[in-house]
C-alpha cells in the first residue's frame, strides 16, 4: 500500500516562498511513474481542495487561485512529489497534502500533511 509523507510546511511571510516535498513509499518508479498526482489543501472550516494536478506525461494544471504562483513537478526515480509555492498570500496558508488524483478510486490514504502559514 503506498504511503506519503509530505515535508517543507512552515511560517513565511506573505509574497515570500516555500517548497513543499511528499515521498511516497511502498510503490517502485515503475508504477509511480504511472499515477498522475496532485497536490492539496485544506484550511481550518474549508472543503479540502485540489491546487496542482501532474500528469505522467508532465503536463500540470492549477486551479486560477495558484496558477503562476505555484509549480509542481516530480521525481518519479526518488518517488518524490514538489510544490514550489512563491509569492505566497495569506490565504494559501492551510494544511497541504498530496495524493493520487484517483485517490477516490485507488483507495489511497492522506498522510499527515505540512502546515503552511503565511503571515506577516
Known amino acids: 500500500q503506498v504511503q506519503f509523507v509530505e515535508s517543507g510546511g512552515g511560517l513565511v511571510q506573505p509574497g515570500g516562498s516555500l517548497r513543499l516535498s511528499c515521498l511516497a513509499s511502498?510503490?517502485?518508479?515503475?508504477?509511480?511513474?504511472?499515477?498522475?498526482m496532485a497536490w492539496y489543501r485544506q484550511a481550518p472550516g474549508r472543503p479540502r481542495e485540489e491546487v496542482a494536478v501532474?500528469?505522467?506525461?508532465?503536463?500540470?494544471e492549477y486551479p486560477d487561485s495558484v496558477r503562476g504562483r505555484f509549480t509542481i513537478s516530480r521525481d518519479n526515480f526518488q518517488r518524490t512529489l514538489y510544490l514550489q509555492m512563491n509569492n505566497v498570500k495569506p490565504e494559501d496558508t492551510a494544511v497541504y497534502y498530496c495524493?493520487?488524483?484517483?485517490?477516490?478510486?485507488?483507495?489511497?490514504?492522506w498522510g499527515q500533511g505540512t502546515q503552511v502559514t503565511v503571515s506577516a
Open positions: 495524493n493520487r488524483e484517483m485517490w477516490k478510486i485507488a483507495g489511497t490514504h
Open positions: 511502498g510503490v517502485d518508479e515503475d508504477r509511480y511513474s504511472a499515477y498522475t
Open positions: 501532474i500528469m505522467t506525461s508532465g503536463r500540470s
